[in-house]
């Protein structure tokens, strides 16, 4: 089992990439915290991975408040006693989201108070229950859009996610030499809620798709591998990358500097 006597975190767990991020996890002997807005949903992904004979509890969480970052950090020390692996996945994706002459200043705020200041706030008391239990991993999850830029406008996701790209970055640096890691997971187009909620129509799918070399859409479970990687041993040199899991798609369209 490749997280053996892991403890791990996981935000946004109710579905997509963290539900089954959070069931991998298990199966690879880790204990779970998960964590969501999602209540019903949340619990249903703990209740999931104690059903497979694994170790779980759920915590309601809003990542936008210190608060509840501060809490749910807590609660996972109380339960299993340390905190190994922060996997700070929760994010939202709003369909007013748009470009900036259009885009609501509600929809920018909303969107960067969870994408990037939630990520900031998982790091501020995760980051110290890493350093009590001698180390550990963080996984930050971005988005091939930061890097890229989206063919459909997505003005405050997409800078939510470049803010998460170069937050992790300056992490990685500072906490190099504590045996703390910290990435960030760049996922391509998925066939996710979250996507397919934005991309609702076939006009946008095909849009998005069309640019895409496998000529698919990436699958939560593929994510979940990819994180599962930055989450074990198996990465103990990797620090402060942009993981991108996308399909080919930046490989296409980015130009070497």
Known sequence: MRLKNKVALITGGSGGIGRETALLFAREGAQIVVSDVNQEMGQQTADMIVEQGGEAYF???????????????AFTEEKFGKLNILFNNAGIMHSDDDNA?????????????????????????????????????????????????????????????????????????????????????????????????????EEKKQRRLVHVPMGRFGEAKEMASAVLFLASDESTYVTGTDFLVDGGITAAYVTPL
């Open 59 to 73: 915590i309601y969480s809003d990542v936008s408040k210190d608060a509840d970052c501060k809490a749910m950090v």
């Open 101 to 201: 002459m259009t885009t609501e200043e509600s929809v920018w705020d909303l969107t960067m108070n969870i994408n990037a200041k939630g990520v900031f706030l998982g790091c501020k008391y995760g980051i110290p229950a890493l350093q009590r239990a001698g180390g550990g991993s963080v996984i930050n999850t971005a988005s091939f859009v930061a890097i890229l830029g989206a063919a459909t406008p997505q003005i405050a996701y997409t800078a939510s996610k470049g803010a998460v790209l170069a937050l992790t970055r300056e992490l990685a640096v500072i906490h190099a030499r504590e045996n703390i890691r910290v990435n960030a997971l760049c996922p391509g187009p998925l066939r996710t809620e979250l996507l397919m909620k934005f991309l609702n129509t």
